[in-house]
């Protein structure tokens, strides 16, 4: 589709003017479980891993890298780096030889995944997590099939937003909310070591937090709401959100901020539609972004699908080069991993089509394409998403240096989990 200007900005604005907050929030009940809540059993008498095993551990950036494992080398051809710039949700608490996902990883070395506890599409209370047991045996086999580091990734802020619940065997955790409010750095850092800890465990190496979005909109039904953010006090969510990432570091998961440039003055939910922060968003909200780059402490950055006017008069975060490229790269100094949120979002799939999403992306500086499979289900989307970006390559919409640019974020990533 086109640019918003031109054709659908005005369209999609109107669609969110249509669409007053209170009007979207009482839709919040279709993707709610999404928000409450991205294997195979060891056969008889094989010998179970131990967590030494599935845990993996992050190396600081002023550690030496150790040289990745004999034969686990990334792979160098066009389709295989491809395949590392996308992570694709599944559905099952197993996944057989068959699955998709598993011919995904040992075929086209799809470079990761997403675990989720709740199945939208279908309505299914269980997705891929039932027990800690079960959920650490479907890692391994997800890990056991790579022939290459894989990135197990999960949304796990603690709080109503955990994919890891009490009520499944997992320990209960806190909310950034509960945590800025209580403004104790020793707590924040000894919730969120505990939170880790379980992740490490389980042998998930990327959590998708913390949330750094300011609480400037009280009332916003997406961050606020669900006691996402911190606090509406940029310093606070620095200092905050500082102790979350350190506390994962020493457990060896990696953690993205989220959402860039900043959704918490965001009157709408993007999950449903496109979401216009033109008259509310302020640079303040880049402050957390600002301060954690500067002391090299960002694993990863996750986008928003936020639409500004005033940074990009043409496209939504996830698509713009301006924002992606020229505020988050240029102003801010980051050269570390993107990473989109969901593509198959409402904001997204309800305004682009599915090659004008993925080209723009990948041109903003977006380097990891995240297909959640949670809103939309397509057992296909790997294939699909390799099969446009060679095509987007290979007719010179894409370069090939920027897929090499992705590609060395990713493996320069990969290489500080040490197996």
């Keep these: 589709m086109g640019k918003i200007p031109q054709n659908m900005g005005r369209g999609a604005i109107n669609f969110i003017r249509s669409h007053p907050p209170a009007a979207l929030a009482g839709l919040l009940f279709l993707v ?22 599935l845990s993996q551990r992050v190396a600081m950036p002023s550690e030496s890298l150790a040289p990745s494992p004999a ?21 099952g608490l197993e996944a057989g030889n068959d699955h998709f996902i598993l011919r995904d990883i040992r075929e086209r070395h799809l470079g990761g995944v997403i675990l989720f506890d709740y199945d939208v599409p279908s309505g299914q209370a269980r997705r891929n997590i039932e027990s800690p047991a079960q959920l650490r045996a479907l890692i ?29 065997g997992f320990p209960p955790t806190v909310s950034h909310q509960s945590l800025g409010r209580l403004n104790d750095p020793a707590e924040t850092r000894r919730q969120s070591a505990l939170l880790a800890e379980t992740l490490a465990g ?23 709401r669900y006691e996402r953010c911190f606090s509406a006090d940029p310093q606070a ?18 953690t993205a901020l989220k959402h860039f440039p900043g959704h918490g003055s965001s009157a709408a939910d993007s999950h449903l539609g496109l979401t216009d922060v033109t008259q509310t968003w302020s640079r303040a909200e880049l402050e957390p972004y600002r301060q954690i780059i500067k002391a090299r402490e960002a694993d990863a950055i996750m986008t928003a699908h936020i639409f500004h006017a005033g940074l990009d008069q043409d496209w939504p975060a996830t698509l713009s080069r301006k924002i992606i ?75 090939e240096g920027q897929i090499d640019e992705s590609y060395r974020r990713i493996t320069r990533l990969k290489s500080r989990l040490l197996n």
Aim: glycine share 10%.
């Design 71 to 91: 034969g686990r080398e990334i792979p160098a051809d066009l389709a295989a780096k491809i395949a590392q710039m996308l992570m694709v949700g599944f559905r």
């Design 140 to 168: 391994a086999s997800l890990r056991g099939t790579a022939t290459y580091p894989l990135l197990i990734a999960i949304d796990q802020e603690g709080g109503i937003i955990t994919r890891l619940k009490d009520r499944d």
């Design 202 to 224: 389980l042998g998930i190496n990327l959590n998708l937090a913390p949330v750094v979005d300011l609480c400037v909109n009280l009332q916003n039904p997406i961050i606020a």
């Design 237 to 254: 969510v620095t200092d905050q959100a500082r102790e979350f990432i350190r506390a994962h570091r020493e457990r060896g998961v990696l």
């Design 32 to 53: 709610l479980p999404l928000f409450s809540g991205c294997h195979t059993m060891p056969a008889k008498g094989e010998r179970k891993r131990p967590l030494s095993e």
């Design 325 to 399: 490229g020229g505020l988050l790269r240029e102003e801010l100094g980051y050269d570390g991993l993107v990473i989109s949120d969901d593509l198959q979002m409402g904001a997204i799939v309800q305004h682009y089509g599915f090659e004008t999403a993925i080209g723009k992306a990948i041109e903003a500086g977006v380097d990891i394409l995240i297909f959640a499979n949670n809103s939309l289900y397509e057992e296909d989307i790997t294939s699909r998403a390799i099969a446009v970006i060679k095509g987007l390559v290979q007719s010179g919409v894409i370069s």
